[in-house]
């Protein structure tokens, strides 16, 4: 099973500063790798697939990058509906797909 | 999008075997991949499996021997069964949509239901 860590745990970042979340792989998942937002009550929504490729609706302020095992997150000024917990998901080797244990963005 | 609506008892007792059911709504369950995700209160999302249309099935293999999903495309639902429940399958159950033909993620929810093993 491919164990997914993710860093840090929580970010504290002002409104309209740049946000940088890192999620790393236990091995390669080439570039399979999903970016998902949570916000307290609500499901999961996905944002980014492929490492680097907005899901539809989702706004140019958010990008991915990386691949192999090494992989980032960046929201490039900070809304308010931005501060919610944030999972990286592979699906290069399953079963099982593995999630992320999240990262919390909050407000500084 | 499609939209996919959960229902589930809400609280079960420990060694029962509960049923959940996914509606899906905007769309025919007969082009996707259909899956069960949970997240225990206060923590992670973890992958329980998947149905195709075709009624083929992918498990968590930690989950495999207590898991049954299955799939009434004439309702256009699915279904998970989990049995043997204990207090560590408390959670909030999403039925979500698995894109394998593009994404490779999971780009529809439904909002959850809590699932409560208690006596």
């Known amino acids: 099973e491919i164990v997914m860590t993710q860093s840090p745990a929580t970010l504290s970042v002002s409104p309209g500063d740049r946000a940088t979340l890192s999620c790393r792989a236990s091995?390669?998942?080439?570039?399979?790798l999903a970016w998902y937002q949570q916000k307290p009550g609500q499901a999961p929504r996905l944002l980014i697939y492929?490492?680097?490729t907005r899901a539809t609706g989702i706004p140019a302020r958010f990008s991915g990058s990386g691949s192999g095992t090494e992989f980032t997150l960046t929201i490039s000024s900070l809304q308010s509906e931005d501060f919610a917990v944030y999972y990286c998901?592979?699906?290069?080797?399953?079963?099982?797909?593995?999630f992320g244990p999240g990262t919390k963005v909050d407000i500084k | 999008q499609v939209q996919l609506q959960e229902s589930g008892p809400g609280l079960v007792k420990p060694s029962e075997t509960p049923s959940l059911t996914c509606t899906v709504s905007?769309?025919?369950?007969?082009?996707?991949?259909w899956s069960w995700i949970r997240q225990p209160p206060g923590k992670g999302l973890e992958w329980i499996g998947y149905?195709?249309?075709?009624?083929?099935?992918n498990y968590n293999p930690s989950l495999k021997s207590r898991v049954t999903i299955s799939v009434d495309t004439s309702k256009n639902q699915f279904s998970l069964k989990l049995s043997s429940v204990t207090a560590a399958d408390t959670a909030v159950y999403y039925c979500?949509?698995?894109?394998?033909?593009?994404?490779?993620?999971?780009?529809?929810w439904g909002q959850g239901t809590l699932v409560t093993v208690s006596s």
């Open positions: 492929g490492a680097s």
């Open positions: 091995q390669s998942v080439s570039s399979k």
């Open positions: 979500a949509r698995l894109d394998g033909y593009i994404s490779g993620g999971f780009d529809s």
């Open positions: 998901q592979q699906y290069d080797n399953w079963p099982p797909f593995t």
């Open positions: 149905i195709y249309y075709t009624g083929s099935t």
């Open positions: 905007g769309g025919s369950i007969s082009s996707s991949y």
